[in-house]
């Protein structure tokens, strides 16, 4: 079978976070979608730990601070023609996911669960990190995945 797709995966933008003197994350983020969008991909996959809940390494994101920053991404990411498909990451929040899926058309928050994406199927492995996280629990979730494909 021959398949000939284009497919982005990004991931570790943690855009909320405000630490970071050297870089913009949101501007780089915006700059790379662009790019990515330019492409017209069949689909675009953001593999984890795009949205941060925390701005340093101990502060949580206050609300005010995050609803600004997540109605100029949604804004943005309105504006994308190519269906994106998000995992959780073990440093976002399912809610914020949650409320892109419910606002933005082309954005689909999955978690556990297969995409098909033209002729290939894609598997949405979520985080396992706060089900205490264990390299046993990591095996038995990619067999039960793996189990599905035989059957």
């Not at 797709?5 to 990004?10: K, N, S, V």
């Not at 909320?16 to 069949?42: A, C, M, W």
């Amino acid at each position: 079978m021959n398949i000939d797709m284009e497919l982005a995966i990004i991931s570790d933008a943690h855009l909320l976070q405000t630490y970071t003197q050297v870089f913009n994350p949101i501007d780089d983020f915006i700059k790379v979608l662009k790019e990515i969008d330019s492409r017209d991909p069949e689909a675009i996959v953001f593999a984890g730990d795009m949205f941060d809940k925390r701005k340093t390494t101990t502060a949580p994101v206050l609300h005010p601070e995050g609803e600004q920053i997540m109605t100029d991404i949604r804004n943005f990411l309105t504006g994308i023609g190519s269906p994106i498909y998000a995992i959780r990451g073990n440093h976002e929040d399912a809610r914020v996911l949650r409320g892109l899926d419910q606002t933005v058309e082309t954005f689909h928050y999955i978690c556990d669960d297969w995409v098909p994406v033209d002729n290939v199927s894609i598997y949405c492995l979520e985080t396992r990190y706060e089900k205490a996280y264990s390299r046993k629990n990591l095996e038995e979730s990619l067999d039960q995945v793996f189990s599905e494909l035989v059957h």
